[in-house]
């Protein structure tokens, strides 16, 4: 069954693996081609059919991927598969308060290191490893298909799908994104706070340069980012009230570009869409167990963060890359779904999200609200951290995982 489509005879017959991925969006195609050299027999499945590579202005939805991330897509064998000329190099970061003077500045040059992260189209990345995958000794894939139920056992786990076929495994992963199917079919508790926000993502034409840097103004009640694209267009994620994202949307293209611009205090003068404007309601999810005896959760399933840090898809990359690891490293003999293996991936990565999910929250509420001393203490916090260079030098190592 290794490295068919879902179209092949092959695939078809395809009832028995080790490790089922459900969920072959960025984390489960990246996890499913990391086990690549782990002997288990894996199957990557998903509901959706991949669309078809557009040749319009580009994808609005696009990630900064950390040096590890990058690190990880390299092993995939994906990031070489990324033109370098739809990859932009992040130098430096700057970061605006809501008062004069608060700015903290974090730079590549400082750190001692080419570059603090990269931006990277989304569908660039997607298609990059549904490359790799299709090569020898990849996953079989089975795509457009549903599962309809899921039943876990002693020996093994058994996936229904919607056409009558089943899927026998000694492991599931749930990679399937926030609403995990996975996550509700098993049981597992979890608590969802929508935080009334919408990330509002479009891709611009400057009329200045960005010199590689990525410039994030806290603004009254929201967060806009200007992320460096190729050449002189820029991506932004603005975090805002659903009521005014709606307004935003609803706006003509010029009015658009104006209020964009205006909240951008003009750093880079007239701006132009290049793409149409898109919203994504933003969350925050923790799940109390990322594993069970033969299931684990991985990426949005196991955990979303608030997209101001840019770092929900490189959580996801880690625990992909530490699960394939675990696997990876297990005995000969060993069960890839024996819950005391899979509980060594769980431990590993607990405290890297609880912390994400603690700052992300905690600098959400500290922007977004409005009573009386958060606006000094927010703006004094920036100054502060700007002034302390080993305090910066730990944010950054975070950042660079
Ligand atoms: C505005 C915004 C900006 C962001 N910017 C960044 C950034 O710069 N850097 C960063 O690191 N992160 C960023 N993030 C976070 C990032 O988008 C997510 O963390 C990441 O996309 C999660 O990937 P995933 O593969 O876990 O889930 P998803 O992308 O949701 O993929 C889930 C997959 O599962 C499939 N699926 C779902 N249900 C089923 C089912 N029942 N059966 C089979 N298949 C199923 C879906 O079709 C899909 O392919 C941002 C988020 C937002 C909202």
């Known amino acids: 069954m290794q490295g068919k489509t879902a179209d092949s005879d092959s695939a078809r017959a395809a009832v028995e693996c080790d490790v089922l991925v459900i969920g072959a969006g960025l984390v489960g195609a990246g996890f499913a081609r990391a086990l690549r050299s782990s002997g288990l027999r894996t199957l990557l499945l998903d509901a959706e059919v991949p669309a078809e590579p557009s040749q319009d202005g580009g994808d609005s939805r696009i990630y900064a991927i950390s040096p590890g991330s990058k690190d990880f897509l390299d092993q995939c064998g994906a990031w070489g598969r990324i033109a370098s000329e739809r990859i932009a190099c992040v130098e430096a970061m700057q970061v605006f308060g809501d008062a004069q003077g608060a700015e903290i500045i974090f730079s590549a040059y400082d750190c001692a290191i080419p570059e603090l992260c990269y931006i990277v189209e989304g569908r660039e990345i997607q298609q990059a490893l549904a490359a790799a995958n299709a090569e020898p000794g990849g996953p079989a894939r ?7 139920a ?4 002693e020996e093994g786990v058994l996936v229904d799908l919607a056409d009558g076929r089943s899927i026998d495994a000694r492991l599931v992963v749930g990679a399937d994104g926030m609403n995990s199917w996975v996550r509700e079919m098993a049981g597992m508790e979890h608590s969802v706070r929508a935080y009334g926000q919408q990330g509002v993502v479009a891709n611009f034409e400057t009329e200045l340069g960005h010199e590689s840097i990525a410039r994030q103004w806290f603004v009254s009640g929201g ?28 706006h003509e293209p010029h009015d658009f570009e104006h209020e964009v611009a205006t909240a ?7 701006m132009r869409l290049v793409t149409l404007p898109r919203s994504f309601p933003l969350h925050l999810l923790r799940v ?17 963060v608030h997209p101001l840090a840019g770092q ?14 675990v696997l990876r490293e297990r005995g000969p003999q060993d069960d890839c779904g024996d819950h005391r293996l899979l509980r060594r991936y769980a431990r590993a990565r607990r405290e890297t999200v609880a912390a994400m999910q603690w700052t992300t929250d905690g600098l959400q509420r500290l922007f977004a609200t409005r009573a009386y001393g958060a606006s000094w203490l927010r703006n004094t916090g920036l100054q502060f951290t700007n002034a ?14």
Request: charged share 15%; with cysteine.
């Open 142 to 148: 089975l795509f457009g298909h549903s599962p309809v």
């Open 150 to 153: 899921l039943a876990l056992g």
């Open 223 to 250: 967060v806009v980012a200007l992320l460096p694209l190729p050449g002189n267009r820029v991506s932004l994620v603005w975090s805002t009230s659903d009521a005014h994202a709606a307004r935003l949307l609803a």
């Open 264 to 270: 951008c205090r003009h750093a880079l003068g007239a």
């Open 288 to 304: 109390a167990q990322t594993v069970r005896p033969r299931l684990a959760l991985l990426g949005d399933a196991a955990h979303v």
């Open 312 to 325: 929900g898809l490189n959580l996801g990359f880690q625990d992909a890359c530490e699960l394939a690891r």
């Open 388 to 401: 302390i260079v080993p305090l910066k030098n730990i944010l950054i190592e975070h950042a660079l995982a």
